[in-house]
């Protein structure tokens, strides 16, 4: 007989992606949103919330990290006892706060995927894992649904923290980054001029803003971030004033030290290496 696994959000991209996921993985699917057209082969299309998930083995909550809070307050109660309710959102505080006062019929299951809905297999792709309740049956739980990727565990508060850098540092400076040069009246002129550096930061930022709008404004909305991106713009307005005085050797002291820090975890000519690699992948 087989399993059955509700998506909520099944019409935004990651809810189609898994949708497809979960679909060749011989599961039966339904799927609900209430913003977006749910398609895809063989996924039972639900307009009522709560009748998507009574009947439910899993619930996949692909919904808004604002919303996702009072979606569980609203489904749990009515989830049937032994279910597992499963959400992805990208900051867990509030989110980890309403999974731990669900009933305890419900089994939850609290995990972030570090991927977009642009990649073809699970395999080798990073998922982090917060506990609720019972650490370990909640890792084998996703373990079990998601075989083959790689996980990490963490709690909520270290979980904010962390991607505060991982994506809210990089999703704001990309965001910036790319709000300068949509406003380049001589694109073609820079993309003739442009080398290396330039082509791959652009392609980074051009394809963060493939993101809903929503979906990045959550991600730079994390309370945690506001410290590393004082962090930024502290050290950008350090290293502007050190340039227009002419303190060249605060500026180069700076860079060393940075050189030297990150040497101590990573082979830097590698990484250069690695830059041309995907250059060159990008432009065949």
Known sequence: MKKKITIIGAGGQMGQW??????????????????NTV???NVIVSES??????????????????RTPEIIRLIAKEMKRGTYLIEISSEKSKVVSAMGKMPTKINPVCIHPMFGPGIKTIKG??????????????????????????????????????IAVILGLTHLMNLVFANIISKDEKTMLTEKMSGTTFRVQKTLAESIMTESPELIETIIANPEIRRVAEDLWKDVGRLLTSVQESKTEEVVEYIKECQERLSKHTDLNESYKRLTKMVKSVEK
């Open 18 to 35: 898994f949708v497809k996921y979960f679909g060749d993985k011989d599961f039966e699917v339904t799927g609900h949103d209430s913003e």
């Open 39 to 41: 398609t895809g082969k």
């Open 49 to 66: 919330l709560v009748g998507a998930i009574l009947k439910a083995d899993y619930v996949l909550l692909c919904t808004p990290t604002k």
């Open 125 to 162: 792709q990073n998922i982090i894992s917060v506990p609720i309740k019972d650490a370990k049956k909640e890792l084998t739980t996703a373990k079990e649904l998601f075989e083959g990727a790689n996980f990490v565990t963490i709690d909520a508060i270290e979980h904010d923290k962390k």
